[in-house]
């Protein structure tokens, strides 16, 4: 029944609708809270965009666990990104914090290792979530927000990655609004419409790095065609159900498969590669480029191999090959402009 086809149209639109709502903030709220992130330290922001996602996960379950309200509610969720930002600020001041503490050297393999833990948790969470669906299903729904919780308390526990410089430009900016303020005797407004100045004079730093480099707009502006793409791969699971003829439970396994792929590839294939051009590129970042222009050549070949796969087999290696298109941005930025690029990037 629930490969009917109102069904199905039903969910798409729903899911659809969902990654409308959730890119709103992802435009709009990056480039503020890495300004709060230089300003307040990044583990604080880290922490807030984090419980942010968590109420955002929470009230999802709300509506529709706890209500009889229509589902479209769950649309709403988005709204508590405001709350630190979201998943999006959760993701790029991960990679910035990496990127600063890193010497440049070691920094493409430490980003292979960064981002297995997350295919690593695609591998192991669906068997286990799906063992204590069997026994309630609210044992796994509930144990998510339970994990964000400690990620929340280890994040606070870690130092502050920020460098020094950033901080102290800040800081240095406080000071000399306040003492324009004493100087003329300007009360609070003055100093929020200072503050909001010295904001906008930042974000088009941000901006400006982005744009004017061409080397990073050219950047910018493939990844936007990959990620329009990408997003296909969120009915991925709808197709290969429907298209294939399996179950709902075989589908389910594709995202396991590509994860366990993925994991070896990220901690065996590319940092050996990584290792075998080192003695004949010395220049870190002339092989990350290398690296780079692999990885695009691999994803257009996954592209091709998946629209034209007229059997599951070409399709999962279609999809699998796309795992190579990973290589953190993130490489070619300096330390302090990490965020900047990566917002670029998101946006």
Not at 323 to 347: C, D, E, F, M, Q
């Amino acid at each position: 029944m629930c490969k009917l086809d109102p069904i199905q149209d039903s969910l798409a639109e729903l899911l659809g609708m969902q990654l409308f709502f959730e890119g709103i903030p992802a435009i709009l709220l990056p480039v503020p809270f890495g300004y709060l992130a230089d300003q307040l330290g990044r583990r604080w922001v880290l922490a807030s965009a984090l419980t942010g996602s968590a109420l955002s996960y929470l009230w999802i379950l709300f509506v529709v666990g706890a209500t009889n309200w229509p589902t479209q509610w769950v649309w709403l969720s988005p709204a508590f990104y405001l709350c630190g930002g979201g998943p999006i600020v959760v993701s790029n001041l991960l990679t910035t914090i990496v990127a600063d503490v890193v010497p440049a050297e070691s920094r493409s393999t430490v980003f292979f290792y960064r981002f297995c833990t997350y295919f690593a948790a695609n591998l192991a969470i669906p068997p286990v979530a799906s063992f204590l669906m069997s026994r309630n299903i609210w044992i796994p729904l509930l144990g998510g927000p339970l994990f964000q919780v400690v990620s929340v308390i280890m994040v606070l526990a870690i130092p502050e990655s920020a460098p020094a410089s950033v901080t102290k430009e800040h800081e240095m900016d406080d000071q000399d609004i306040s003492n324009d303020l004493v100087a003329h005797g300007d009360g609070l407004g003055s100093f929020a419409r200072r503050r909001y100045k010295i904001w906008l004079r930042e974000a088009k730093s941000s901006i400006g790095f982005v744009l004017h480099d061409k080397a990073v707009a050219a950047f910018i502006w493939t990844f936007l065609l990959f990620e329009v793409g990408l997003q296909s791969k969120q009915v991925l699971f709808q197709y290969a159900s429907k298209r294939y003829g399996w179950t709902l439970a075989q589908a389910a396994l594709l995202p396991s498969l590509r994860s366990a792929i993925t994991l070896v590839l990220f901690t065996v294939i590319l940092p050996g590669i990584t290792k075998l051009v080192s003695p004949y590129i010395s220049r870190p970042a002339m092989k990350d480029l290398l690296l780079s222009k692999g990885s695009i050549i691999l994803l257009m070949l996954g592209t091709m191999v998946f629209s034209i796969s007229s059997t599951s087999a070409l399709m999962i290696l279609g999809n699998d090959i796309h795992v190579l298109s990973k290589i953190p941005s993130t490489l070619y930025a300096y330390n302090r402009r990490s965020y900047h690029l990566l917002t670029g990037k998101r946006i």
